[in-house]
């Protein structure tokens, strides 16, 4: 297959699985939509990757009572170690924010009986995890200031809401 061939292909496949990722958030997360306390809004954004070019898709804000917002932000397709991330973040504090990866579930040893898996696991499927930031931050591996990602856990609908109460403190 050709370069470009290949790179529509992929940018194919990512924006397809970015719109099943926000579909099952905004399932999971439909009763808080249903009672008032949440209202997701889709929006379309660009992203550019050496490799694949600019490529349109869409982010999912989450508008709170308080005024706040949680925006679920597709990043990159290619990502080491990984088949894409998508971070969730409190707007105004990205850096705090958690990621969310898609790898194959040997990759990173994930849970394989879990209810609500986006991706239905098997042997090396793909499956989104996610990562909330090291509370205290490790300036002689990081530079200061940075916070390590560390402890992936498979991406369910309770720990998208342990994640989301977490952000909001």
Known sequence: ARPEDEA?????????????????????????ATEGLMQPAREAIEIEEDGLGRYATERLVLRLPRGE?????????????????????????????????RVRDRALGLATD?????AAPGPGA????????????LPWIAGAGTRLLLGGQALTRETLEATIGSLLG
């Open 114 to 118: 879990g209810q609500a898996v986006v």
């Open 126 to 137: 793909l499956a989104w995890t996610i990562l909330l930031p090291e509370a205290q931050p």
């Open 8 to 32: 529509a292909g992929q940018v194919a496949e990512w924006t397809a699985a970015v719109t099943r990722l926000l579909d099952q958030v905004q399932a999971w997360l439909s009763g808080y």
């Open 69 to 101: 917002r949680l925006i679920l932000l597709p990043v990159a397709r290619q990502v080491a170690g990984a088949e894409g991330r998508v971070d969730l973040y409190r707007e105004g504090h990205r850096a705090q924010g958690a990621r969310l990866l």
